[in-house]
């Protein structure tokens, strides 16, 4: 079942930055749920290994600066939840992190638009279902929050809490 390339094979899916850490035990669970077992090594092993010059997740990319209006790569739509959020994935073009982004509408309401975006770990992405990607944006610690219904204005959404969902 698993089309997930190899570290050989995609070396920049495995040690480009480091996949986030659980924000709390409980999500642990989650996180071994969603991650191949050869995935974990790797991470395991990177950490073993990492000393302070070992380049992470690059937390100066613009990606993680709300402000900013980063370029995304191999953006994909991969559907909606039960409670009609539309979840997409995307990479960073200049630093190569992994992003799962939820976005909600209402149509019948002006400035309901709100979306929300937290980094994740790229090689746990391919097969990821709608539900768990909104669950891993819930869980996330560092989020990016915008859209008409905050104004138009990017913003840090810390998790890990429950995205709005009302109108
Ligand atoms: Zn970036």
């Known amino acids: 079942m698993s089309k997930l390339p190899s570290p050989k094979e995609r070396p920049d899916l495995y040690d480009s930055y480091d996949c986030q850490e659980p924000s709390k035990p409980a999500s642990q669970k989650y996180w071994d749920s969603v991650m191949p077992e050869h995935v974990k090594k790797a991470i395991a092993e990177r950490q073993a290994k990492s000393d302070p010059t070992t380049p992470s997740a690059d937390k100066s990319c613009q990606?993680?600066?709300?402000?900013?209006?980063?370029?995304?790569?191999?953006?994909?739509?991969?559907?909606?939840?039960?409670?009609?959020?539309?979840?997409?994935?995307?990479?960073?073009?200049?630093?190569?992190?992994?992003?799962?982004?939820?976005?909600l509408e209402y149509e019948a309401f002006s400035r309901s638009g709100r979306h929300y975006r937290a980094p994740a770990c790229a090689a746990a992405l391919p097969g990821i279902t709608p539900e768990s990607a909104l669950q891993l944006i819930t869980e996330a610690s560092f989020r990016i929050a915008g859209g008409s219904y905050f104004g138009g204005k990017d913003h840090v959404s810390n998790g890990p809490s429950a995205l709005i969902a009302s109108p």
């Not at 900013?68 to 991969?78: F, G, K, L, S, V």
């Open 63 to 103: 990606c993680f600066d709300p402000s900013a209006e980063p370029e995304w790569i191999d953006q994909t739509d991969i559907g909606m939840t039960d409670g009609y959020w539309d979840i997409t994935r995307m990479r960073c073009a200049r630093c190569g992190t992994a992003w799962v982004r939820a976005f």
